[in-house]
């Protein structure tokens, strides 16, 4: 317990000190890289959540109003590259009008950082790169009637509205690791989205096997998966991009559902 008063007592004085003193005042506040975050409550105070003015879309609007937290606030060197931003995704279709940042709850946004925190010591020229972060439940409206392909694989691979993703709870990303020397994404076997059994961890020693999965891909799947488990997210059996935080129940209980 002294551990955690520790943390805390660190954490509200450097607050204080950052807006009290005059002579920080209007100056941009540096982040700290590659920055390993005990996950407790305590960590996640107010005190974390350091403001800077930028011009928001109307999605960043929507998420600080449910007190998310932009997670490169936390860890500038994670990439973020919301492929629902633009018409690079299997929509072709920029549904997130302008966003640039992706959100979290401030305990989830602490895992992702501590994940980082776990490649970095394995690469230091590997980064985290996400793909998708918090998603409001009228946006999971929007994919799902503009998705037009089989009911099976359409269940598969998006949740309908009516049963919630965890995405809606800021309690899911979407994510793979880049090599920022080369700015290169690495090999993890098949595009992001992609509709396929090669996409699916469940089937990877099978592909491996085969040829149709190379062991670099395979390998480089395994250090993601190793990484974010370490910082307690969990894989799913259909997608090697996707990690959860935690289950629908506790999600419901806990967060907000971002409408």
Same mark, same amino acid.
């Given at each position: 317990m002294r551990i955690y008063q520790a943390y805390f007592l660190f954490i509200c004085l450097f607050f204080i000190a950052c807006n009290t003193a005059p002579e920080n005042k209007g100056k941009k506040i540096e982040k700290q890289h590659s920055l390993f975050m005990n996950d407790t409550a305590l960590?996640?105070?107010?005190?974390?959540?350091?403001?800077?003015?930028?011009?928001? *879309?109307?999605?960043?609007?929507?998420?600080? *109003?449910?007190?998310?937290?932009?997670?490169? #606030?936390?860890? #500038?060197?994670?990439?973020?590259?919301?492929? +629902?931003?633009?018409? &690079?995704?299997? @929509?072709?279709?920029?549904? %997130?009008? !302008?966003?640039?940042?992706? %959100? /979290?709850?401030?305990?989830? &946004?602490?895992?992702?950082?501590? &994940?980082? /925190? %776990?490649?970095?010591?394995?690469?230091?020229?590997y980064s985290l790169i996400i793909f998708d972060?918090?998603?409001?439940?009228?946006i999971q409206q929007m994919m799902w009637d #503009? =998705?037009?392909?089989?009911?099976?694989?359409?269940?598969?691979?998006?949740?309908?509205? +009516? &049963?919630?993703?965890?995405?809606? +709870?800021?309690?899911? @990303? $979407?994510?793979?690791?880049? $090599?920022?020397?080369?700015?290169? @994404? =690495?090999?993890? !076997?098949?595009? /992001?989205?992609?509709? !396929?059994?090669?996409?699916?961890?469940? %089937?990877e020693w099978q592909y491996l096997k085969t040829g149709e999965l190379t062991k670099e891909a395979f390998e480089n799947r395994k250090m993601l998966r190793n990484v974010m488990q370490k910082a307690k997210f969990y894989p799913i059996t259909s997608e090697w991009w996707h990690f959860n935080f935690c289950n629908k129940e506790f999600a419901a209980a806990k967060y907000k559902l971002i409408k």
């Open positions: 960590i996640c105070a107010s005190a974390l959540k350091i403001e800077e003015p930028f011009d928001v *879309s109307y999605l960043d609007s929507l998420f600080l *109003s449910y007190d998310l937290v932009d997670v490169q #606030s936390l860890d #500038s060197t994670i990439k973020v590259d919301l492929k +629902y931003a633009d018409t &690079a995704n299997f @929509l072709k279709l920029n549904i %997130y009008n !302008g966003l640039k940042r992706a %959100y /979290f709850p401030c305990e989830v &946004a602490l895992r992702v950082s501590n &994940a980082q /925190f %776990y490649l970095k010591q394995i690469n230091p020229n972060a918090s998603r409001p439940l009228h #503009s =998705l037009e392909m089989p009911p099976d694989i359409k269940y598969a691979y998006l949740s309908p509205p +009516y &049963a919630i993703s965890l995405h809606n +709870y800021g309690c899911a @990303l $979407d994510v793979s690791i880049i $090599d920022i020397k080369t700015n290169r @994404l =690495l090999d993890m !076997g098949s595009a /992001f989205d992609h509709f !396929g059994k090669l996409s699916q961890p469940v %089937y």
